[in-house]
C-alpha cells in the first residue's frame, strides 16, 4: 500500500486480530473497529459473565463511555482529535434495547463535533460486548 502507515496505540486496548489500531493515508485516518474493552484489564466494563455465558451484570452505558475512551486513544496515538472524526459507523448487538442510551451518551461527546454518523443493528460480535464503532477522520499533513 503506497503512502499508507500503520498505527498501533500502546495506550488503546489491543486489537482481537491482525489488523492494526488505525492506518493513515494522505490526510485520511480510518480506524479499525474499536470496543469497550479495558485496554489495562483487557475486560469490558460493566459486563460480568456466568460461567455459563449469561449475563450477571450488564451496564451499556459503562461500554459507551469506555467504546468513546477507546477511540480517544487511538486518535490521539495517531495525532488527531476527536474534532478531527468525519465520519462514525456504530454496530449496536441489540438495537432496541440499547439505541435511546447511546444516542443520549453519544451527544454528550459529540456536542460541538459533529461527524457524519451511521447506525447499524447486529447479531453479535467477535467479543461478548454490545458495541463498536468505526471512524474515518481527517488529519494534517
Not at 495506550?11 to 489488523?19: Q, S
Not at 432496541?96 to 459533529?114: C, L, M, P, V, W
Request: glycine residues 8%; negative net charge; hydrophobic residues 40%.
Amino acid at each position: 500500500m503506497s503512502n499508507s502507515e500503520k498505527i498501533d496505540a500502546s495506550k488503546a486496548p489491543k486489537p482481537v486480530g491482525l489488523y492494526p489500531h488505525a492506518r493513515r493515508v494522505g490526510n485520511l485516518l480510518f480506524l479499525s473497529g474499536i470496543g469497550p474493552r479495558d485496554p489495562e484489564t483487557n475486560g469490558v466494563p460493566g459486563l460480568t459473565l456466568s460461567k455459563s455465558g449469561n449475563y450477571e451484570v450488564f451496564d451499556f452505558a459503562a461500554q459507551c463511555h469506555s467504546v468513546f475512551k477507546n477511540v480517544q486513544l487511538v486518535l490521539e496515538a495517531s495525532g488527531a482529535s476527536w474534532d478531527s472524526l468525519v465520519d462514525v459507523t456504530v454496530f449496536l448487538t441489540d438495537m432496541k434495547r440499547d439505541f435511546g442510551t447511546y444516542n443520549k451518551i453519544y451527544a454528550e461527546y459529540f456536542k460541538d463535533a459533529q461527524p457524519c454518523r451511521t447506525t447499524v443493528g447486529i447479531d453479535s460480535l467477535p467479543t461478548p460486548i454490545a458495541i463498536e464503532l468505526k471512524c474515518i477522520a481527517v488529519v494534517g499533513d
